[in-house]
């Protein structure tokens, strides 16, 4: 599961920065503003890369992808590519279960079928 939510929380990274060179364009916004959100939020990212084996990490992780799709109040192509990241979000939850639960069960059958000795 690791592996599948980390990439698509890098993924998030990048799709997070290039949101915020749209949002510069907005003049409402000021530069600092939007730099300090997103780099909070690209920080997190990468930080949950690490924490998502870890109780609550699956949380913050759909936290993330709630923010993303809010995110698109400013940039409103952040809709659907927050929607979109969701729906991986949830693959990579929903898959990597299955995975782990199989290289488990794959390691058991191993290690009955090896020798006691060896």
Request: hydrophobic share 55%; glycine share 10%; net charge neutral.
């Amino acid at each position: 599961m690791r592996t599948l939510c980390a990439s698509t929380l890098i993924g998030e990274f990048f799709v997070i920065g290039f949101a915020g060179l749209v949002a510069m364009k907005d003049p409402d916004l000021s530069t600092a503003t939007v730099w300090t959100v997103s780099g909070i939020v690209m920080f997190l990212c990468l930080v949950l890369c690490g924490m998502v084996t870890r109780p609550g990490g699956v949380v913050l992780g759909w936290a993330l992808q709630i923010a993303l799709i809010a995110s698109g109040v400013v940039v409103p192509s952040m809709f659907f590519l927050g929607a979109i990241f969701a729906a991986l979000w949830w693959a990579s939850v929903h898959y990597g279960r299955k995975i782990d639960e199989a290289k488990a069960r794959f390691a058991a059958q191993a290690a009955e079928s090896s020798p006691s000795g060896v």
